[in-house]
């Protein structure tokens, strides 16, 4: 996997994990029939479409059973910034997912390169 590969997976998760920020909070914001005009569900839907074109760039040059499990990313990217941006309080054990999460994209990523 080159650097490029890697940039693209990276800022696809990153993508669709501010993407969910911004789609929770454009939910949260909105009010009455036209709540589903709230610009922040505009630009999540936009950050969702420029990760999946990275996701597409990258499932084009890899295989597929080494891009899948970064998917998983976006899962701890979400938790993280649910924390510093909307202030929810994960458990220690989410916490400790997250990083059996990253531990295993970490090994994959390895794998990925012999």
Same mark, same amino acid.
Do not use: H, N
């Given at each position: 996997?080159? =650097?490029?590969?890697?940039?693209?997976?990276?800022?696809?998760?990153?993508?669709?994990?501010?993407?969910?920020?911004?789609?929770?909070?454009?939910?949260?914001?909105?009010?009455?029939?036209? *709540? !589903?005009?709230?610009? #922040?569900?505009? +630009?999540?839907?936009?950050?969702?479409?420029? *990760?999946? =074109?990275?996701?597409? +760039?990258?499932?084009? #040059?890899?295989?597929?059973?080494?891009?899948?499990?970064?998917?998983?990313?976006?899962?701890?990217?979400?938790?993280?910034?649910?924390?510093?941006?909307?202030?929810? #309080?994960?458990?220690?054990? =989410?916490?400790?997912?997250? =990083?059996?999460?990253?531990?295993?994209?970490?090994?994959?990523? !390895?794998?990925? #390169?012999?």
């Amino acid at each position: 996997m080159r =650097a490029l590969d890697w940039m693209a997976l990276l800022t696809s998760a990153s993508c669709a994990a501010f993407g969910q920020i911004l789609l929770k909070l454009g939910a949260q914001g909105g009010r009455g029939a036209f *709540g !589903l005009l709230d610009k #922040r569900l505009f +630009f999540g839907l936009a950050l969702y479409a420029i *990760g999946m =074109a990275l996701w597409i +760039f990258a499932l084009r #040059r890899l295989p597929l059973s080494a891009v899948y499990p970064f998917t998983t990313l976006t899962l701890v990217l979400v938790g993280v910034m649910s924390f510093l941006v909307l202030g929810e #309080r994960p458990s220690g054990l =989410a916490m400790c997912g997250w =990083a059996i999460i990253v531990g295993g994209v970490g090994l994959v990523w !390895l794998g990925s #390169r012999l």
